[in-house]
């Protein structure tokens, strides 16, 4: 493979620079032998390729809704080189053989890695531990642990947890919900609008009370917790405490929940219907307040594809969640950046570094300098466009940025030194 | 009117207007032949996704009262469960070439997604936790005819009061009520225990109260709401005897009511728990008209959306 040279790309904000990529690395530009490929960059933004901590690839089980093959393109459009697959799949990755069967379906594909989410207990139904150790020890290499979708509600086992996967340096990423104060069938904020249109409420107070235990367990356990899809500023007040105490825990917002609100789901449309729910603007303000300062460490797409017909019931009996991958650096961009809130530098952190970080790749995240591998996304600040939803690569069409503007920014995406997608101009 | 979703669809005139053509469509009641040329040849099905012989059976007099051709689907149990997606059975439906579809869903809202997804007129007949609109009309028929008959000659809902006691949280009947009633002029104030009103009560436009006893004085209407079975087992109260107590229409509260003041409740009734036996068959209740009145309102309704001007 030729040698490949970016020209004048803006390496996170900080000035204009060539980049030479061989053999999956970056070299020092005056390395450059032979004939090269050159990627004219000028005016566009490099950051390293974007690590997605939270996506749902559906397969194996779902693969009507999205496969591998699929979510992994979605995830290359979006700038991403790095998704972690959540466990919630048929079967549920709840073993060594199921997390490397999802890692080997990721390295046949080829358009970002596959990095497997085990599962903290069996089933995914809460009652004893899944065989976290072996997970962690098999060829995938387990970090992460969610029984995400649920919450682990189960103090005990979420102690347990905690406590076991520090022998391999593992993190508990919990879906807080306090199954109590919101069931299953919770599906709107409750405030006002769950009031009047009649639909069970999902109080703020059934995330963050989970999460005010499970820093209390990680304190004890000295364990590393991270709290899923943030979506309420109580749930900020209580990371901002644990964090100041010194607590090991990290924390990931999803784009969705950064600006859209509850007044969606007046119309009982289900493409709004997603766990945690959207929230009112207050929320919102809180979330991207705790994005910028650094109380919520990472942003996380939570990309969780549904065939149509799981979507085209009654509000409360339709899936839960959204599309992500594909949009979340416009996202970010329009809520973060353009509002002047966030540098570049502090987005590749949020979308790079720190999921890299918390999930311990070794092979993300790293500096756009000679010697690490070649993952970055070059991102145009200036593009708009009005999102299409039958556009997306992802197999599902529960998009609810459909007909929406918003920056149209990935140009390219590159992974270990290879082009995953290239926008056609 | 291109649907009846939401109470809330309707101005002070048109809710008059309705209100006047279903005295209209009740004297039709009175005579030996019932029937009305008005909806031949149009066809309206009663979508219910959950039972209601009541609501049903109101309708499909309605309906055929008027000529209309009334077909009835029962589409019980969740959507979820059958494989087929709620989108798939309205379409279907609507398919067969229907003017009409009247709607009731144990979930809030499908009759909204429904509008979306067809040309034929939606007619809420009950939404989950949500609405209930005809049952405000109905509910509005009724306290309109007793303010004109017992106490000012009038139709006028300005300066009146009506108290709903009860589960307001899961209540349709309550939701759609203090809308409608709201747009007539009336003052609404709601009475139950913290447990079941719902979040967000404040923004109401309504009094609330958690003291019967304070309200039950000054109010020209009394509406009682069902407790369902599953509240009690819920935790919403601890038993049914301190929410008698503290809700029901008591024999006792009988006697504290305003001097004229009139007793509702939409029905089912749970004698003994809500409302005392004395209370349901007093010479104030209005139960048995509201259940009268909903034939002609419905009526009344199905001519706005199917008749005139198509």
Same mark, same amino acid.
Not at chain 1, 196 to 210: F, I, T
Not at chain 2, 149 to 166: P, W
Not at chain 2, 273 to 280: C, F, K, N, R, W
């Given at each position: 493979?030729?040698?490949?040279?970016?020209?004048?790309?803006?390496?996170?904000?900080?000035?204009?620079?060539?980049?030479?990529?061989?053999?999956?690395?970056?070299?020092?530009?005056?390395?450059?032998?032979?004939?090269?490929?050159?990627?004219?960059?000028?005016?566009?933004?490099?950051?390293?390729?974007?690590?997605?901590?939270? &996506?749902?690839?559906?397969?194996?089980?779902?693969?009507?809704?999205?496969? =591998?093959?699929?979510?992994?393109?979605?995830?290359?459009?979006?700038?991403?080189?790095?998704?972690?697959?959540?466990?919630?799949?048929?079967?549920?990755?709840?073993?060594?053989?199921?997390?490397?069967?999802?890692?080997?379906?990721?390295?046949? &594909?080829?358009?970002?890695?596959?990095?497997?989410?085990?599962?903290?207990?069996?089933?995914?139904?809460?009652?004893?531990?899944?065989?976290?150790?072996?997970?962690?020890?098999?060829?995938?290499?387990?970090?992460?642990?969610?029984?995400?979708?649920?919450?682990?509600?189960?103090?005990?086992?979420?102690?347990?947890?905690?406590?076991?996967?520090?022998?391999?340096?593992?993190?508990?990423?919990?879906?807080?919900?306090?199954?109590?104060?919101?069931?299953?069938?919770?599906?709107?904020?409750?405030?006002?609008?769950?009031?009047?249109?009649?639909?069970?409420?999902?109080?703020?107070?059934?995330?963050?009370?989970?999460?005010?235990?499970?820093?209390?367990?990680?304190?004890?356990?000295?364990?590393?917790?991270?709290?899923?899809?943030?979506?309420?500023?109580?749930?900020?007040?209580?990371?901002?405490?644990?964090?100041?105490?010194?607590?090991?825990?990290?924390?990931?917002?999803?784009?969705?929940?950064?600006?859209?609100?509850?007044?969606?789901?007046?119309?009982?449309?289900? &493409?709004?219907?997603?766990?945690?729910?959207?929230?009112?603007?207050?929320?919102?303000?809180?979330?991207?307040?705790?994005?910028?300062?650094?109380?919520?460490?990472?942003?996380?797409?939570?990309?969780?594809?549904?065939?149509?017909?799981?979507?085209?019931?009654?509000?409360?009996?339709?899936?839960?969640?959204?599309?992500?991958?594909?949009?979340?650096?416009?996202? =970010?961009?329009?809520?973060?950046?353009?509002?002047?809130?966030?540098?570049?530098?502090?987005?590749?952190?949020?979308?790079?570094?720190?999921?890299?970080?918390?999930?311990?790749?070794?092979?993300?995240?790293?500096?756009?300098?000679?010697?690490?591998?070649?993952?970055?996304?070059?991102?145009?600040?200036?593009?708009?466009?009005?999102?299409?939803?039958?556009?997306?690569?992802?197999?599902?069409?529960?998009?609810?940025?459909?007909?929406?503007?918003?920056?149209?920014?990935?140009?390219? &995406?590159?992974?270990?030194?290879?082009?995953?997608?290239?926008?056609?101009? | 009117?291109?649907?009846?979703?939401?109470?809330?669809?309707?101005?002070?005139?048109?809710?008059?207007?309705?209100?006047?053509?279903?005295?209209?469509?009740?004297?039709? *009641?009175?005579?030996?032949?019932?029937?009305?040329?008005?909806?031949?040849?149009?066809?309206?099905?009663?979508?219910?996704?959950?039972?209601?012989?009541?609501?049903?059976?109101?309708?499909?007099?309605?309906?055929?009262?008027?000529?209309?051709?009334?077909?009835?689907?029962?589409?019980?149990?969740?959507?979820?469960?059958?494989?087929?997606?709620?989108?798939?059975?309205?379409?279907?439906?609507?398919?067969?070439?229907?003017?009409?579809?009247?709607?009731?869903?144990?979930?809030?809202?499908?009759?909204?997604?429904?509008?979306?997804?067809?040309?034929?007129?939606?007619?809420?007949?009950?939404?989950?936790?949500?609405?209930?609109?005809? *049952?405000?009309?109905?509910?509005?028929?009724?306290?309109?005819?007793?303010?004109?008959?017992?106490?000012?000659? *009038?139709?006028?809902?300005?300066?009146?009061?009506?108290?709903?006691?009860?589960?307001?949280?899961?209540?349709?009947?309550?939701?759609?009520?203090?809308?409608?009633?709201?747009?007539?002029?009336? *003052?609404?104030?709601?009475?139950?225990?913290?447990?079941?009103?719902?979040?967000?009560?404040?923004?109401?436009?309504?009094?609330?109260?958690?003291?019967?006893?304070?309200?039950?004085?000054?109010?020209?209407?009394?509406?009682?709401?069902?407790?369902?079975?599953?509240?009690?087992?819920?935790?919403?109260?601890?038993?049914?005897?301190?929410?008698?107590?503290?809700?029901?229409?008591?024999?006792?509260?009988?006697?504290?009511?305003?001097?004229?003041?009139?007793?509702?409740?939409?029905?089912?009734?749970?004698?003994?728990?809500?409302?005392?036996?004395?209370?349901?068959?007093?010479?104030?209740?209005?139960?048995?008209?509201?259940?009268?009145?909903?034939?002609?309102?419905?009526?009344?309704?199905?001519?706005?959306?199917?008749?005139?001007?198509?």
């Amino acid at each position: 493979m030729r040698d490949l040279l970016i020209r004048g790309a803006d390496l996170l904000g900080r000035g204009p620079s060539d980049l030479l990529i061989r053999d999956g690395r970056f070299l020092d530009p005056g390395d450059a032998n032979g004939a090269v490929d050159q990627f004219d960059a000028d005016g566009l933004v490099a950051l390293p390729g974007l690590v997605d901590l939270h &996506t749902h690839l559906r397969e194996p089980g779902r693969e009507d809704a999205e496969t =591998v093959e699929s979510g992994t393109m979605a995830a290359a459009r979006g700038g991403f080189t790095a998704v972690l697959a959540m466990a919630n799949t048929d079967p549920v990755t709840d073993t060594a053989e199921a997390a490397v069967h999802v890692a080997s379906l990721g390295a046949r &594909t080829g358009h970002a890695e596959v990095v497997p989410v085990g599962a903290v207990s069996k089933g995914l139904a809460g009652a004893e531990l899944a065989e976290l150790g072996l997970m962690a020890r098999s060829s995938a290499g387990v970090r992460v642990f969610s029984d995400d979708g649920h919450c682990v509600a189960d103090a005990r086992l979420m102690r347990r947890a905690l406590e076991y996967v520090r022998a391999f340096d593992g993190v508990i990423a919990q879906h807080a919900q306090d199954p109590q104060l919101a069931g299953p069938g919770a599906c709107c904020h409750e405030g006002d609008i769950s009031g009047k249109l009649g639909l069970p409420g999902w109080p703020a107070a059934a995330e963050a009370g989970v999460v005010a235990r499970d820093v209390q367990i990680a304190e004890l356990t000295r364990s590393r917790l991270h709290i899923c899809h943030v979506s309420c500023a109580e749930t900020v007040d209580v990371i901002r405490w644990a964090k100041q105490r010194g607590i090991n825990v990290t924390a990931e917002v999803a784009p969705h929940h950064l600006m859209l609100t509850t007044s969606e789901v007046a119309g009982y449309d289900p &493409t709004y219907k997603v766990n945690p729910p959207l929230r009112p603007d207050e929320h919102v303000e809180a979330v991207r307040e705790a994005l910028a300062d650094g109380t919520i460490d990472a942003v996380a797409t939570d990309h969780a594809p549904h065939a149509r017909h799981d979507k085209e019931h009654a509000f409360a009996e339709a899936a839960f969640g959204m599309l992500g991958l594909e949009t979340a650096l416009a996202v =970010v961009l329009e809520t973060m950046i353009n509002s002047a809130r966030m540098s570049w530098s502090e987005l590749a952190k949020r979308m790079s570094i720190m999921p890299a970080h918390i999930a311990r790749l070794a092979d993300q995240g790293c500096a756009l300098v000679a010697g690490e591998p070649a993952n970055l996304v070059l991102i145009d600040p200036g593009a708009r466009a009005v999102v299409d939803g039958a556009a997306s690569a992802s197999l599902s069409r529960n998009n609810p940025w459909h007909g929406r503007e918003l920056p149209d920014p990935v140009v390219a &995406t590159i992974w270990a030194g290879r082009i995953t997608y290239q926008k056609q101009l | 009117m291109r649907h009846l979703l939401s109470a809330a669809d309707l101005d002070r005139d048109q809710i008059t207007e309705i209100l006047d053509l279903a005295e209209e469509m009740s004297l039709v *009641q009175g005579r030996p032949v019932k029937k009305l040329p008005a909806l031949r040849g149009r066809t309206v099905v009663n979508l219910f996704f959950e039972d209601s012989t009541r609501t049903r059976s109101s309708f499909e007099i309605a309906g055929k009262w008027l000529s209309a051709d009334v077909i009835n689907i029962s589409a019980k149990g969740s959507s979820v469960s059958k494989g087929e997606s709620l989108r798939d059975t309205v379409l279907t439906v609507a398919a067969m070439g229907v003017d009409a579809l009247v709607i009731r869903h144990h979930a809030s809202g499908a009759p909204w997604q429904a509008s979306r997804w067809i040309d034929a007129h939606v007619l809420n007949a009950g939404d989950g936790t949500h609405e209930h609109p005809t *049952q405000a009309l109905l509910d509005a028929f009724t306290i309109r005819r007793h303010f004109r008959r017992s106490v000012d000659d *009038q139709l006028n809902f300005e300066g009146k009061t009506v108290a709903i006691v009860g589960d307001i949280t899961h209540s349709r009947v309550a939701r759609s009520n203090v809308l409608l009633l709201n747009t007539l002029g009336a *003052q609404v104030i709601l009475v139950a225990p913290p447990t079941l009103l719902p979040s967000g009560v404040e923004s109401w436009p309504v009094l609330v109260c958690n003291d019967f006893d304070q309200v039950l004085p000054r109010a020209d209407i009394v509406m009682m709401l069902r407790v369902q079975r599953e509240r009690m087992s819920g935790g919403y109260f601890p038993t049914p005897r301190e929410y008698t107590i503290g809700y029901g229409l008591t024999r006792p509260r009988l006697g504290a009511m305003k001097p004229g003041a009139a007793i509702c409740h939409p029905g089912p009734m749970n004698r003994g728990l809500e409302i005392s036996a004395d209370a349901a068959d007093a010479a104030n209740s209005l139960i048995l008209d509201q259940v009268a009145a909903g034939v002609s309102v419905r009526m009344s309704v199905l001519y706005e959306l199917l008749g005139g001007g198509e």
